[in-house]
């Protein structure tokens, strides 16, 4: 698709992105906060539930649909009156959690969190009648922390918990547990609101993990069987993390197909209008760049090891853009030799292995000193030009995604 | 020893941990606890071996004494003296214990070291571990303490900074010992109790490697009942017993106490976490099994790595009598395209990728024997998932193999909260019937995890009522029902514990006859009130209230 195309329902827009993921295995939405993302997700579950003679003629949905707040998968119990039970409840009407009726994921889930925070969470079960059977369902999640049970956790952690489920939950889904049978998409809408930036990134990658499993899915005998999956986001690191595991071809892996587009809403008339953001995207590594250049600031900044993948991957792209195939071109620009073998090899020792990128940690000093060096040296040496709030990088706190400020070209 | 004692060995072993544990990280604070205790066990029997070895040449005098000598333990002073003795008493320990340990490896040297925090503390222990794997028990523990480095970073920066680190760790060790007596019970319960605070403490991602002791006990009592007359009682002797994924090995340890110390002729385990497996080792001569009357592998169950078990002649096919085992639940797995004709699998199908409770099922069933027992404790979903663990378990029950169905109460475990049950299966089995037991509903509630009773201290007996309903097919009503297979096939193989024994508390029962005596009287009462009240009301002039019809 080339150009800018006008849709003029959610409807509309629904059939075009179902008829895209008939030839794409994945398509990644941007979008700012209220555009219609959520009500584009609802539309396009909703789509999947209709009845149709020959297509559905059951009505059964087929999409696993991810958004933690419109579900309302879970809601806080703050015990108010004892003020000391608090606890985590589930949507018991969600079919969502089946998976968590019939299999143990609880080892699952902490293998992610292990990852991203350092509670503890225990899942409480109740009898529930279900047609003819008494069976166990997930009732509420209760926290804990050193000695202390049931405390209340942030925002934040409680986003990455329940980000933790839906990973554990999606793995089974994808191996084809029973429960999610008949289902063909995965629609993840928005999955990190208020984590920090670096477990953006983490959880982009394992995600970009996940999806490339989606993609490559064989059923029972072998045949191909993929899940298709759209993800929609506001939050343009996350997005331009997702474009760039996603390009990426790992070694061995097959690649996955895959289509990125701006949506956009132009005015209030409910018309929605999709731009495709090919290989240059609309400003990713700049992003990305102004993301890492943040980090990078020796007051206010923290570099992690994962962000000498960030930036490898920009150097990828920039060596891409000026027709070279390895980022050994950007590399030779550097200014001396020993920068650039130690570039090399803290690239290998820091992004090889899945847990260099998924537990963020920090760098030592002096592969700070380098990695500074050389962000410095390839910035000045291509001579990109940065968007104005980056080179103010003391006004903006560190947290807030820079990009969002900045209109779709 | 005493119970009183015991705990308190416990505690104090704890209470060092706990106190201790903050600088590091509590798994890796687990390991080296535990191999001390190890050591010190290692050493103490040594120790006494060589004392009666060497009758009065032994040099027991207290330490103060061989201080004056330089010697810090009987054993060293005893080589000072008879250097070319040494080679002739080694070759005799081997042969008695199977293992030599070097004076300066011995605990009471390494104990004497920590507490004058000798600078060589460190590099001694390396040494001494080395050995003990190396030169000790001809080899077979090669790797047992591969998991202790001594020079991890996280003991320290510098060598001084870690041997002062581990001095301390090794002193308090050392004291808190002190007053106990090292014979093998102890340390073994000592160790177990460690094990299992470890456990509950360590969390959701490594709570896995243990089973806990009361639902263990089930498993192991129903194992070592008669597997064709469980109502006869406990078998004399089991050749053989396995646990397939034995974790730190506490499940086997279980029925070899219920067996007593000749009752089992060898006992065999697999673990596929190297730590883990380690520590099934030691755990094993902590409680005085001999390294010849066990046997553990390293290496992955569903993969079947372990040779032994892939012995292609059936003539040879090893078989067991008792299996346990408490696989990891839900564990996602990737079956390769031969695993479909593995002999494990191939007459019952492949269990599904999203969860490999069925292969680890039928990895211990194509090894029980004819007339064995396993007992295997799986997620409730075992129970009724459909697919092809569906088609799994209808096979299993066409031919007869399911024997008992027993569901326990949520949140006995420190790995998931998930509610769980113990399937017991035999090759041939005489009742036609599957038995159920409900007993989800029978539990004492605790704070973070769920009790059963053992009928100790004043609780209820919830293990020794299942156990006796399991060994005498007992029914009883919303408790335990034997279920004809006729039925079973009418609910389309679905075990679901629900469908067969009805939980719902039963409507109290109307006795009609009271109760239309009561109403007459009611009515009685209103009326005799009504026609009162009218009198008053007739009295004073006003409408009089209707009178019911009587």
């Known amino acids: ?409 | 020893m005493n119970d009183q004692m015991q705990k308190q060995l416990g505690k104090t072993l704890w209470n060092i941990a706990d106190t201790l544990r903050g600088a590091m990280n509590a798994d890796d604070f687990r390991d080296y606890m535990l191999s001390f205790l190890f050591l010190r066990y290692l050493s103490d029997n040594y120790e006494a071996a060589a004392k009666r070895e060497l009758g009065s040449d032994y040099p027991d005098f207290p330490l103060d004494v061989l201080l004056q000598t330089g010697a810090t333990t009987p054993l060293q002073a005893w080589y000072e003296e008879n250097p070319e003795d040494i080679a002739e008493f080694e070759k005799q320990m081997r042969r008695k214990v199977h293992y030599v340990i070097k004076p300066e490896h011995l605990w009471a040297n390494i104990a004497h070291l920590a507490r004058t925090q000798n600078g060589e503390l460190l590099n001694t222990l390396q040494k001494g571990f080395k050995y003990i794997e190396e030169e000790s028990f001809q080899s077979a523990f090669g790797g047992l303490f591969s998991e202790i480095n001594l020079a991890s970073e996280k003991l320290g920066r510098s060598y001084s900074d870690r041997n002062s680190k581990l001095g301390a760790v090794i002193k308090e060790i050392a004291n808190g010992l002190a007053d106990f007596s090292s014979d093998v019970d102890t340390l073994g319960d000592a160790y177990e109790y460690l094990i299992g605070q470890f456990a509950a403490g360590s969390g959701k991602k490594a709570g896995e490697f243990y089973t806990p002791q009361q639902v263990s006990d089930i498993l192991s009592a129903i194992v070592t009942l008669d597997s064709q007359e469980p109502a006869t009682g406990k078998k004399e002797h089991l050749a053989s017993v396995l646990d397939f994924a034995c974790g730190s090995g506490s499940l086997l340890l279980n029925v070899r106490k219920r067996m007593g110390p000749h009752g089992i002729g060898k006992i065999y385990g697999q673990e596929k976490n190297i730590t883990t497996y380690n520590l099934a080792r030691m755990n094993m001569l902590l409680h005085g099994v001999k390294d010849t009357e066990f046997e553990i592998y390293h290496g992955d169950t569903l993969n079947n790595d372990w040779d032994i078990l892939r012995e292609l002649n059936p003539a040879k096919k090893p078989s067991f009598d008792a299996i346990v085992a408490n696989p990891p639940f839900s564990l996602r797995w990737t079956p390769g395209e031969a695993m479909g004709d593995d002999v494990r699998f191939k007459n019952y199908g492949l269990a599904p990728k999203s969860a490999a409770d069925f292969a680890f099922l039928l990895h211990g069933f194509h090894y029980l024997k004819d007339e064995g027992v396993m007992a295997i404790i799986l997620p409730h979903g075992v129970l009724f998932r459909g697919g092809a663990e569906e088609r799994i378990r209808t096979k299993l029950l066409k031919d007869g193999h399911i024997d008992t169905v027993i569901g326990l109460p949520a949140n006995l475990f420190y790995s998931t909260g998930i509610p769980v049950c113990i399937l017991v299966l035999k090759k041939c089995k005489k009742p036609d019937d599957v038995l159920f037991i409900n007993a989800a509903e029978l539990f004492i509630k605790g704070k973070r995890q769920n009790q059963l009773g053992d009928g100790s201290n004043g609780t209820p007996d919830h293990i020794g009522k299942i156990i006796e309903t399991y060994q005498f097919r007992k029914e009883e009503d919303r408790y335990s029902k034997r279920v004809r297979m006729e039925r079973i096939v009418e609910e389309g193989y679905n075990l679901n514990i629900s469908r067969y024994i009805s939980t719902a508390e039963p409507e109290p029962e109307i006795d009609l006859s009271a109760t239309h005596e009561e109403l007459m009287k009611l009515d009685k009462q209103t009326r005799e009130a009504t026609t009162k009240h009218n009198a008053f009301l007739k009295e004073l002039g006003l409408p009089l209230l209707p009178l019911s019809e009587g």
């Open chain 1, 1 to 409: 698709m080339r150009g800018i195309r006008t849709y003029t329902g959610l409807g509309k827009l629904v059939a075009r992105l179902r008829d895209d993921l008939n030839t794409a295995d994945l398509v990644l939405l941007y979008a700012y906060n209220r555009t219609g993302k959520t009500r584009l997700s609802m539309e396009f579950k909703d789509a999947g539930k209709r009845k149709h003679k020959m297509k559905n003629p059951t009505g059964t949905p087929d999409t696993l649909y991810f958004n933690a707040f419109t579900e309302d998968l879970f809601v806080w119990e703050n015990d108010l009156e004892g003020d000391s039970v608090r606890r985590l409840q589930l949507n018991e009407k969600s079919s969502f959690f089946n998976a968590m009726t019939e299999l143990a994921l609880d080892e699952t889930i902490a293998r992610y969190l292990f990852r991203y925070a350092d509670f503890e969470f225990d899942f409480t079960y109740k009898e529930v009648q279900q047609d003819k059977d008494t069976i166990s369902k997930p009732d509420f999640v209760s926290f804990r922390k050193g000695g202390e049970a049931n405390i209340k956790v942030s925002r934040g952690e409680q986003n990455i918990f329940i980000w933790c489920v839906f990973m554990a939950i999606c793995e089974r889904m994808l191996d084809g547990h029973e429960s999610y049978q008949g289902k063909k998409y995965l629609y993840i809408d928005d999955p990190i609101s208020s984590l920090d930036d670096n477990n953006a990134i983490s959880v982009a990658c394992d995600l970009a993990k996940l999806l490339r499993r989606a993609a490559t899915r064989k059923d029972a005998n072998g045949a191909s069987a993929p899940i298709k999956v759209i993800l929609s986001s506001h939050h343009a690191l996350f997005f331009n993390v997702m474009c760039n595991e996603v390009g990426r071809r790992a070694d061995g892996e097959p690649k996955i197909t895959h289509k990125r587009y701006f949506l956009h809403r132009p005015n209030g008339d409910g018309a929605y209008t999709l731009q495709a953001t090919e290989d240059t995207p609309f400003f990713h590594h700049v992003a990305t760049l102004a993301e890492l250049l943040r980090a990078a600031d020796p007051a206010k900044g923290k570099l992690y090891t994962f962000h000498f993948n960030a930036l490898r991957s920009v150097m990828e792209k920039t060596a891409s853009f000026f027709g070279h195939s390895s980022i050994a071109f950007c590399l030779k620009a550097l200014d001396n030799d020993e920068d650039r073998a130690l570039f090399n090899r803290a690239l290998n020792l820091l992004s090889h292995g899945a847990y260099a990128i998924h537990e963020p940690t920090e760098m030592g000093e002096d592969n700070k000193e380098l990695f500074r060096r050389i962000l410095r040296d390839f910035v000045t040496r291509f001579e990109f030009s940065l968007p104005g709030a980056v080179s103010a990088p003391s006004a903006a706190p560190a947290y807030t995604p820079v990009p969002q400020e900045v209109p779709a070209q």
